[in-house]
């Protein structure tokens, strides 16, 4: 079974930091690679999908990578903003997508 | 902006009762999903389906049934609620490339709060 586990499960930030959260997944069979915001009490949101075939995928201050070899992708947060405070979290697809627990970004004013 | 909708938002009921969680997507998406989610846990996938007429249980055991009558419709039903079905549950869609199995982006509605007393 695929099992998800994201570093670190909190993350504290000063706003404007450059900062990286870690995913890693233990079959490298995958599909494809999701990385979501969940705010508190609500539902998720997709922010960037990789296929197993790319290396990254970049949306605004966003990039994602991924290393399918080494069961990891990383996600890049350029200039980060207090609006970025959420939980990340990514997700594994092999004809279901498994995630992980999540990263809990704050981002300091 | 994704089009998915879960009714009701939160739910408060007693022991016993017969419930249905409702979700509704209107993006055409053959594939939805339901997953519950515990505080600080994460997200495990509870049931799915292909198509109409078409339902699969996921990974982690649930006592709850859903249908799939139309493409854009997924409720969720559990007959003799216990507290131990406390939980968040979200619904999601998404497209199924290539009619492989393979699947896109997933959209993910708001999610409903239960609450079984």
């Known amino acids: 079974k695929q099992e998800v586990t994201q570093i670190p499960a909190a993350l504290s930030v000063p706003e404007g930091e450059n900062l990286v959260l870690n995913c890693s997944f233990t079959?490298?069979?995958?599909?494809?690679l999701q990385w979501f915001r969940q705010d508190p009490g609500k539902g998720l949101t997709s922010l960037l999908l990789?296929?197993?075939?790319?290396r990254e995928q970049t949306s605004g201050r966003l990039n994602a990578s991924l290393d399918k070899s080494s069961g990891r992708s990383t996600l890049y947060i350029a200039a980060s903003q207090p609006g970025d405070s959420a939980t990340y979290l990514c997700?594994?697809?092999?004809?279901?997508?498994?995630f992980g627990t999540g990263t809990s970004l704050t981002v300091i004013p | 902006e994704a089009d998915i909708y879960q009714t009701p938002r939160y739910l408060v009921i007693g022991t016993g009762k017969k419930i249905t969680l409702e979700c509704s997507q209107t993006?055409?998406?053959?594939?939805m999903y339901w997953y519950q989610q515990d505080p600080g846990m994460e997200l495990h996938l509870i049931h799915y389906?292909?198509?109409?007429?078409?339902?699969e249980k996921g990974d982690l055991s649930s006592e709850s049934t859903v249908s799939r009558i139309r493409t854009e419709h997924f409720p969720l039903t559990l007959e003799s609620a216990r507290p131990s079905h406390t939980s968040q549950y979200l619904c999601?869609?998404?497209?199924?490339?290539?009619?492989?199995?393979?699947?896109?982006?997933?959209?993910f509605g708001p999610g409903t709060r239960l609450t079984v007393l």
């Open positions: 997700a594994v697809y092999v004809y279901q997508f498994y």
């Open positions: 079959d490298s069979a995958i599909y494809n």
């Open positions: 999601a869609s998404s497209e199924n490339i290539g009619g492989q199995g393979l699947s896109d982006t997933q959209y």
């Open positions: 389906s292909y198509g109409v007429n078409s339902t």
């Open positions: 990789i296929q197993s075939s790319q």
């Open positions: 993006m055409g998406h053959d594939k």
